[in-house]
């Protein structure tokens, strides 16, 4: 896919290729077996933070030493892990992981908060 855009369009090395279909653990290992694939989006397998970290952990084996994208598009789920949980488990992925959070909009200002919360305790507050 890169050589493709490479010879037609522009250089996509700076692009990432995402799949948008059903994630498994095991789906995961077959799909990202191949090195255009960058990352996953997330649509019923981000309904509890277990599934999320069992795929995570699944793309942390199979993509050693690349950029991992990981979109969890919670849509309306009613989701029985807190958002405080999610952002807990995921800010704890290595640095390779670029993690997108698509809460449904009435949990927006939710979220926001949280993060700003965690950006202080985490970010700025004074080190030990």
């Given at each position: ?16 290729f995402i ?96 993060l700003v ?12």
């Amino acid at each position: 896919m890169r050589q493709f855009f490479r010879d037609k369009y522009w250089d996509a090395s700076g692009m990432y290729f995402i799949y948008g279909g059903r994630s498994t653990p095991e789906r995961t290992r077959k799909i990202l077996a191949d090195k255009n694939i960058d990352g996953l989006i997330l649509g019923s397998a981000c309904n509890t933070v277990k599934k999320i970290m069992d795929i995570a952990n699944t793309m942390k084996d199979v993509c050693s030493g690349r950029t991992k994208v990981l979109i969890c598009n919670f849509k309306a789920y009613e989701l029985p892990d807190t958002y405080e949980r999610y952002v807990s488990e995921l800010g704890g992925l290595p640095q390779d992981f670029l993690v997108f959070l698509a809460p449904a909009y009435t949990d927006i200002r939710t979220l926001v908060l949280l993060l700003v919360i965690v950006e202080y305790l985490f970010l700025e507050s004074p080190k030990k």
